[in-house]
């Protein structure tokens, strides 16, 4: 009977546990993580692909306040821009940036970053597993987010509209928390960056 008593304590307490909304995910100031990315494009055709992605909260920006800068490395699409191209490298560093063989333009003027503190007013849909980890599912302005229950550093996917995509699913890899090298955010050496993407 004890025992019956104990397990339903117990069984009671993890469900009180899990309607209890946890403190909101804040990112790291720095991290470096792979992912599996699938776009979906305007025509709802997905694109299935690998992306490295670099996220450095720093205020080397060029208005010397804190912003988030981001590096994404895609390889094997790249959103309709690079044409001929499969790969390319989208920075957010207060434009967005498209860089690829024999190109460098601004596809968005005027973004930085998400901020570490993003998701600050999203709303916690619960706990749910994904890839065998149990995850807390987060919701922000059409914007979905999955970070590890007990590592809420650690995101598992992002759910969105990005870029060209009307949706896109990114399952990110382990995230590799550390201060991420500057130059990383740079835009190349002798070339005009500044011209609109087509």
């Given at each position: 009977?004890?025992?019956?008593?104990?397990?339903?304590?117990?069984?009671?307490?993890?469900?009180?546990?899990?309607?209890?909304?946890?403190?909101?995910?804040?990112?790291?100031?720095?991290?470096?993580?792979?992912?599996?990315?699938?776009?979906?494009?305007?025509?709802?055709?997905?694109?299935?692909?690998?992306?490295?992605?670099?996220?450095?909260?720093?205020?080397?920006?060029?208005?010397?306040?804190?912003?988030?800068?981001?590096?994404?490395?895609?390889?094997?699409?790249?959103?309709?821009?690079?044409?001929?191209?499969?790969?390319?490298?989208?920075?957010?560093?207060?434009?967005?940036?498209?860089?690829?063989?024999?190109?460098?333009?601004?596809?968005?003027?005027?973004?930085?970053?998400?901020?570490?503190?993003?998701?600050?007013s999203?709303?916690?849909?619960?706990?749910?597993?994904?890839?065998?980890?149990?995850?807390?599912?987060?919701?922000?302005?059409?914007?979905?987010?999955?970070?590890?229950?007990?590592?809420?550093?650690?995101?598992?996917?992002?759910?969105?509209?990005?870029?060209?995509?009307?949706?896109?699913?990114?399952?990110?890899d382990?995230w590799?928390?550390?201060?991420?090298?500057?130059?990383?955010?740079?835009?190349?050496?002798?070339?005009?960056?500044?011209?609109?993407?087509?």
């Amino acid at each position: 009977m004890l025992r019956i008593i104990i397990f339903l304590v117990i069984a009671t307490f993890a469900i009180c546990e899990r309607q209890t909304p946890p403190s909101y995910p804040l990112w790291p100031d720095g991290f470096k993580t792979e992912a599996i990315v699938t776009a979906f494009d305007e025509d709802n055709q997905p694109h299935v692909h690998r992306s490295l992605f670099y996220y450095a909260y720093t205020n080397v920006t060029p208005s010397g306040k804190w912003h988030g800068l981001e590096r994404h490395d895609h390889f094997g699409y790249c959103y309709g821009w690079a044409v001929n191209q499969s790969s390319c490298t989208i920075l957010i560093t207060g434009n967005v940036y498209v860089v690829a063989n024999n190109l460098c333009c601004i596809a968005l003027p005027g973004n930085f970053g998400v901020p570490r503190d993003w998701l600050k007013s999203a709303t916690w849909l619960g706990i749910e597993q994904i890839h065998g980890r149990n995850v807390d599912h987060w919701y922000a302005w059409e914007h979905e987010y999955w970070s590890e229950v007990d590592e809420l550093g650690n995101g598992v996917r992002y759910s969105g509209p990005n870029f060209k995509t009307p949706r896109q699913f990114t399952d990110y890899d382990a995230w590799e928390i550390a201060p991420q090298d500057p130059t990383l955010f740079d835009l190349p050496k002798d070339t005009d960056c500044s011209q609109p993407c087509s």
